[in-house]
């Protein structure tokens, strides 16, 4: 009987978001070609593990904390910096893969010393265009070690190679989308949205620009959808002082929602991230149909600057997007039709799948 080849996919944040339902779609389908096993912290895991359990991916839980933007836990994170790579170490062993895909981006460092020290192949997955100065030192350090990279995007490899050729085999992978159907909107109120983390990288105090700006406009109305984590709290505060201080009353913040319902409503996405390199809520938006207003992030531009019905924001003159919403017209099943078809010819999950089996294999069999 053939052995399935052991595929171990790490990452070092379980807080739900883009890197973690992308580790779910993936594993999920590579079940019949691989034995998976994912590895992630049990600190915010409840979702992303009930997630995991219930599409019946195996997963571990260790006990690392991520690293967040706070002393106490930046202290813990470097006092304990050792012992968490002895317990990934550990972790490795004990399932013994035949590669590693460390998919958290350029901040997993404690996993990437952990796989140098266990001498496995492993491949690095970078998912962002910005990282802190700290990590992009060690990234220059650790990356002859690597055996290949996953990009997100495009721009993720050129800011971290800056447009250098990479010595090792690399593919780029944007976030898989799996197919859904249309849903015509309402012919009522236009609906903006915004589903994301409560995370200042999100940039949501653009967002909150935006509805500002049309407080006054009675025919638009806007949504932003996020779950609050703990670390996150500040940060939710400082935008609901931002909302009451200018009275916008125009926008609904929904902390309970499914995705689906948000984007069958949605007419405009509006993502506001500027060092997001495959923004999944971009493409998921449109999978829906949905018009893309959008920061020039990762890839974005590739994939809709051929849509007139689209647009990308200048940070210097808001105005064009402000006057592009303005004239906004609610999209037509053909424009709808067109843009969803982009996005599931270029991301749709079955190609991704096909690319990750061919790439791992080709990885695991390299001398």
Known sequence: MHTKKKILKIIEESKFGGPQKRIS?????????????????????????????????????????????????MFKYFFFFFNDIALLR??????????????????????????????????WHLNDTYTPSIFFFLFQILKKFCNAFIFSSYATKNYYFNKKKVNQPFEIMQSPVIKDKLYIKKKNKIIISNISNFSPVKNLELFLQ??????????????????????????YTKLKKIINSNKIKNIKIIKKFNYKDILKKTDIYLCTSTNESS??????????GCSIVSTDCGDVKRYIKSFKFC????????????KFISSFKKLNKHQMRSIHNKIISKNGYQRKIISYIQFYNYLINRN
């Open 210 to 235: 935006f509805a500002n700006n049309f407080k006054e406009n009675k025919n638009i109305k806007f949504y932003l959808c996020g779950k609050v984590f703990r670390n996150q709290i500040n940060y």
């Open 279 to 288: 923004p999944m809520s971009v493409w998921e938006a449109m999978n829906f």
């Open 90 to 123: 550990n972790k490795i062993k004990k399932f013994n893969p035949d590669l590693i895909h460390v998919c958290g981006g350029a901040s997993q460092i404690r996993t990437i010393i952990a796989s140098i020290i266990t001498r496995k192949k492993f491949v």
């Open 25 to 73: 779609i993936i594993a999920k389908n590579l079940k019949k070609d691989f034995d998976i096993l994912v590895l992630l912290p049990k600190e915010n895991s409840k979702k992303f593990s009930n997630i995991l359990s219930n599409q019946k991916i195996r997963y571990d839980s260790i006990n690392i904390l991520a690293l967040r933007k706070n002393f106490k836990i």
């Open 311 to 322: 647009n990308i924001i200048d940070l210097n003159n808001l105005n064009k997007s402000y």
